[in-house]
């Protein structure tokens, strides 16, 4: 088991920043992929970015590419999303995520959600 508790959420206006964290513990971190989600109201949860174990390979949607980092400190356990130049459409609920492959697989392990909104 992988457990995984977000925080850093919180209202930021139009063109701010913000750094969500992820904290994990349970199993060896360093041998999951991790990856964010976010779900806005009405909408279905969606994919924001994944970094694989040693951080060499990460995926963005194109939604965020440019304005959104994430990283990882395997010393640390613990998994971030810089999120800069916010847009209200970024308001959502954002979830930590953990599975063992980069490019397939289910999302095994998820934390409980941190609210991020942005007011313009």
């Known amino acids: 088991q992988v457990q995984l508790v977000e925080s850093g959420g919180g209202l930021v206006q139009a063109g701010g920043s913000l750094r969500l964290s992820c904290a994990a513990s349970?199993?060896?971190?360093?041998?999951?992929?991790m990856g964010w989600f976010r779900q806005a109201p009405g909408k279905e949860r969606e994919f924001v970015a994944a970094i694989s174990w040693g951080g060499g390979r990460i995926n963005y949607d194109d939604s965020v590419k440019g304005r959104f980092t994430i990283s990882r400190d395997n010393a640390k356990n613990t998994v971030y999303l810089q999120m800069n130049s916010l847009k209200p459409e970024d308001t959502a609920v954002y979830y930590c995520?953990?599975?063992?492959?980069?490019?397939?697989?289910?999302?095994?392990?998820w934390g409980q959600g941190t609210q991020v909104t942005v007011s313009s």
């Open positions: 995520t953990a599975r063992p492959d980069f490019t397939r697989g289910r999302w095994d392990y």
């Open positions: 349970g199993r060896t971190f360093n041998n999951y992929v």
